[in-house]
């Protein structure tokens, strides 16, 4: 069992898995530090991530693995991994081509609250590419 | 009832709480792009994020909410909140002195796995304080 002591100064890695068997994933552009996205990994994502060296995440709405890329070919190549203090977190810093997010920007996080508001977005970059043309199913 | 089209390409923030009323909250220092660490909040927190303008989250630990830096001093200024496509994930972007983890780092992101492993962990950061100075209780 380890302690806490073991998990936020060791350097053994044992990432926790939450009770449905995931953990948070963030992307990250590896040259801009821009965040990608975030998803979830199981145990057999995170192995596959570290054995190809490109991202896999598990899909909750599809309840299966899922390559990113694997579709769209907007694959995420893996330069690091790395985890949190409490080892229930990680954050990938991946090397990508452009348009990261299915709805067509280069990161999902393309809105942003106006400042002064609380329920007004404002779309914070351009998209990249058109979605349209990619994901034909 | 907001449709797939107005969550993604829309302009009003309608932010999803999961199952146990959480969202997660991803603070990404708005400098250096440095993804500090990543927690949760529920309707509560992030109302008193928007309101205040500093980072409060809901330990799920203690079950409460939590105001960032509230005993260490450490706060985040919150200079833009960013969602992601589908609304079940924010990044923060935030200004912030130094030290932001509790066990001495500026980021809870200190370790990545060793390339070539799959268990061992290395440190790329220094500490930037020391917690026992900081945390009496």
């Keep these: 069992m380890a302690t806490k002591q073991n998990i936020e100064e060791g350097s053994e890695f044992t990432p926790k898995f939450d009770d449905n068997g995931l953990i948070p994933a963030i992307a990250q552009d590896a040259k801009t530090g821009e965040v990608l996205m975030a998803a979830y990994m199981n145990r057999a994502a995170l192995d596959l991530t570290i054995q190809t060296g490109y991202a896999t995440y598990f899909s909750r709405a599809r309840q299966k693995l899922w390559k990113k890329g694997e579709e769209s070919g907007h694959v995420q190549k893996v330069e690091q991994i790395l985890v949190d203090c409490d080892q229930d977190c990680l ?8 348009g990261q997010c299915h709805v067509g920007y280069q990161s999902c996080f393309y809105r942003a609250l106006k400042k002064g508001t609380s ?19």
Excluded: M
């Excluded at 954050?91 to 452009?98: F, H, I, P």
């Excluded at 329920?119 to 199913?137: C, G, R, S, T």
């Design 91 to 98: 954050v990938l810093k991946v090397t990508v081509d452009a």
């Design 119 to 137: 329920k007004e977005l404002e779309f914070i970059a351009e998209k990249v590419y058109n979605p349209k043309k990619i994901y034909k199913k």
